[in-house]
């Protein structure tokens, strides 16, 4: 009976002696800061480091000496054109070597993509001398723009500065080119107005092209808000090179975009 009682001690003993050895080792063990993981909102990958992201301004632009939004994407290295015939005809847009459908384009931050095909990206009413500047992000951005993103994402962002400007090309091959460009300013709303017009015979039979077109953007300012929108119109009719039937085949397209966005600070 007494051993038992011995026994019964020295267990007890030895289970406070673990108990408290276990303690102390808890309390000295280092303990991790909080940490916060945060995610840039839509619109700011810009900020994002890790990826190549290039900014092409007004100026930029204009010392490019570019006939046309198309001409001037696809001077850049990390951009390839496909087209369905002549320059300057219906055209998608591929980022290092990445599928066209994963290329996400955006005119101010609104998508302006084909909803019934996916591409055709530069099947958009929108002149170059209506361009303000062009924001390039070569790499995914699935993670905040979605799948078709996963090659690049190109923002195309209208003009808000003031400025008037009238041009006029003759080429080769009946090639002929005009465009004007206006914008103006009344109390706190900005307006852009831009026209394009184009035609090509071609280098041969079944590669002419025609094009029209018309757009405009606005921005309006007040307190906390800012607001822009744009909206055009275009028209193209030109040879495909046999690409929609046997050759010679000609297309036909006509093209509306709008949109609109807007930004609230609340600091």
Known sequence: MKKLNLLTFLSIFEAGMFSNS???????????GEIIVKSPGAGRFLDAPGVEAMVITAE???RMQAGSLPELLNSISSIHLTERGAAGSQADISIRGSSIEGVLLLINGVR?????????????????????????LA?????????????????????EKGFSKVGLAIGSFGGKKGSAGISGKSGKVKMTAGAQWERSDGHSPGTDLQTEGIDGSGSWRSGRWHIRWNAGMMQRHFGARGFYGSYPSFEEVTAVQAGVNGLCVLN
């Open 60 to 62: 930029e632009i204009g």
């Open 139 to 159: 790499g995914g951005g699935s993670t905040l723009y979605g799948s078709t993103a996963s090659g690049g994402i190109v923002n195309i962002v209208t003009r």
């Open 112 to 136: 302006a993509q084909d909803p019934q095909t996916g591409h055709f990206l530069l099947d958009i009413p929108l002149g170059l001398e209506s361009v303000e500047r062009i924001e390039i």
């Open 22 to 32: 276990a303690s102390a080792q808890a309390e000295d063990f280092p303990r991790m």
